[in-house]
């Protein structure tokens, strides 16, 4: 059984770092769809032809600079567990994650350094994406450009001269790309603005969704803004017009933001420190109370209520304070309470370890017993 949390290491993981408008913006994302002659979607296709596909795939992959020196696994070769890391990485949807072991001929190929690679037979034959840190949907654009040019060259792809690329859902057709941006706007939800804006985003062409994407549930105020449709327009102007509009949504949380300090000062710095304390001292939480918390130590130190923690710890905490990645940090299987201890004890450490790197001593006198890259598998 191929294990590849154990190699994975920090991949996947470039866009924790940041990028421009971090504070609000915390990735951003292309996803391109592609097909190949001559074979059916995958979702009408079967085990022999989907397996010719990977095969395909995978061949051109290894031939492709964007991807040198970068891994391949096949899915129905990884347990669930590891599927789990990767979905919390973003690295894979969740239609893989409900893969039979042995039964979907489906794969993934993941870029050495960049946070990029390949699906293989998830809806379509390729999905291709780039995810980078902050508002940054150019730098995406061109990692996923580059590999999609690198792997056309090498592979027939399905192609109309009218309908653009063919794809398996008719919302895709065109270009094949989605590009999205997730985004964290507490100020417009706490100033009960945010039903307006999104109402506005969905009368421009563009889509909300939860953080996990299409079907998951808005948590900690993150929302996933994206393009709905393809047919009809080029790449830079899906990109350009997201971008546009992502630029008035963070003017509209700003003005929010403002609204907040400016009439509600106390109540704003209690939330935040209220939200701060507990994750510096529970010893128990569960994964949406984390979230819901995090919301609020983010608005903080956006609004420099907080001197610390930095971006990059708060988001690499939104990754790593997740079930699967606790479970393989800990080596054992964990019960719901365990893996809300080890969460609990986890959030503590890291933000302990960001006071005192950055010359703040630790609130509660945390020490360093707990090893920051994972918790312990202690109840």
Known sequence: MIQPSEVLGDRGLDWIRGGDEAEIVLSSRIRVARNLQGFAFPGRSGPEERADVVEMIQAAAERIESLDGGSFWGIEELDFL?????????????????ARPGASSAALVLAREASCGVMVNEEDHIRLQALVGGLGLDAAWRQADRMDEELGALLPLAF????????????NVGTGLRASVLIHIPGLVLTKEVSKVLEGISQVGLTYRGLY???????GNFFQISNQTTLGKTEEDLIDHLGRVTGKVIEYERSARSVLLAEAPSVLEDKVWRAYG?????????????MNLLSGVRLGVSLK???????ETLNDILVRGQSAHLERAAGAKLTEHEADVCRATYVRDKLARDERDAGHAPADGTSDTTAVDGPPSGG
């Open 278 to 290: 507990i994750l510096r001292t529970a010893r128990s939480l569960a994964l949406e109370e984390m």
């Open 213 to 219: 994407g299409e079907g998951s549930e808005v948590v």
């Open 82 to 98: 590891d599927r789990e890391i990767l979905v919390e990485r973003h690295l894979i949807s969740r239609d893989l994650l409900a």
């Open 305 to 311: 209520l907080l001197k610390s923690p930095r971006v």
């Open 160 to 171: 109309h001269h009218q309908f653009g690329f063919l794809t398996a859902c008719p919302t």
